[in-house]
């Protein structure tokens, strides 16, 4: 396993790299729930184009093997490029943040603006503002200029305005229950599982948002919504339920269609009048 030692002096690397301001630890080590074989989630953060050619060279050298470190919009519109390395038996991912876009969603997010966007890796959609929370709910390893403690005290707290936001965004779930009713009566699996999935993880989204937890991507999204305070009781475990048993029928489908609607009823009461 990584030791302390080894991912300081690569962060330390990391930032002597022309273009990167600061390096944040994402993910599950940095809520401290990580698991000995937990990937480390390194953000590492630059301004204008970085030195990929560095950057490359040094994940090369750090994993002992080829590792090309692509140039930022590779990955996709939101995932900009990164790097897969294993050192010390330990898999450690390096993912390119531009800081002036990570600013722009900041203060996206406090003006309660947010969208989904089409992005390998993501079924839900690239939450944009997903760029905030990864900095709120990260830990700053390094950040010579002080770039990236000022953006992150404008998003330390949750914003009141996303919030509201993402529970108006409800109107969508409703919609989409309605839809996988139709796709229900044609016995379409995939249509109904679609269909209610996505409401299922918006349901969550916004249940997330009212207890004022950034949220980061769709992974672990609905089954921790049973560690949320206001959540509607069992709503994790039934989501599961009706998702993990949809079967091909009319009938098993139109279940689950209802155990959704229920689902976002209860959310409804859950959230308020918002």
Request: glycine share 10%.
């Amino acid at each position: 396993m990584i030791t302390d030692e080894t991912l300081r002096r690569m962060v330390d690397e990391l930032t002597g790299v022309h273009g990167v301001l600061g390096v944040v630890l994402g993910g599950s080590r940095a809520r401290g729930d990580a698991l000995p074989t937990s990937d480390v989630d390194l953000g590492v953060y630059y301004q204008s184009v970085p030195d990929t050619a560095e950057l490359t060279r040094l994940a090369s050298r750090w994993s002992g093997r080829d590792t090309t470190v692509g140039e930022p919009g590779t990955w996709g519109p939101w995932v900009d490029a990164g790097g897969w390395l294993e050192v010390e038996g330990t898999a450690v991912d390096w993912i390119l943040r531009d800081v002036d876009r990570v600013a722009a969603q900041a203060d996206r997010a406090n003006r309660g603006e947010f969208a989904f966007h089409s992005q390998a890796g993501h079924p839900l959609g690239f939450l944009d503002v997903a760029y905030a929370a990864e900095l709120a709910t990260g830990v700053v390893l390094a950040d010579p200029a002080g770039r990236l403690a000022s953006l992150r005290t404008a998003v330390t707290a949750y914003p009141l305005a996303l919030r509201d936001a993402m529970v108006g965004a409800l109107w969508e779930a409703d919609f989409l229950v309605g839809a996988a009713e139709k796709g229900a009566r044609r016995a379409d699996t995939t249509y109904v599982s679609l269909a209610l999935a996505r409401a299922v993880l918006l349901c969550a989204h916004g249940l997330h948002a009212d207890a004022g937890r950034w949220v980061t991507n769709e992974k672990g999204l609905v089954p921790a919504v049973a560690t949320l305070p206001t959540a509607p009781e069992g709503f994790s475990r039934d989501a599961a339920l009706a998702l993990g048993a949809l079967g091909a029928t009319e009938e098993s489908l139109t279940a689950a269609v209802a155990t959704v609607a229920r689902l976002i009823g209860e959310t409804r009461a859950a959230l308020g009048d918002r």
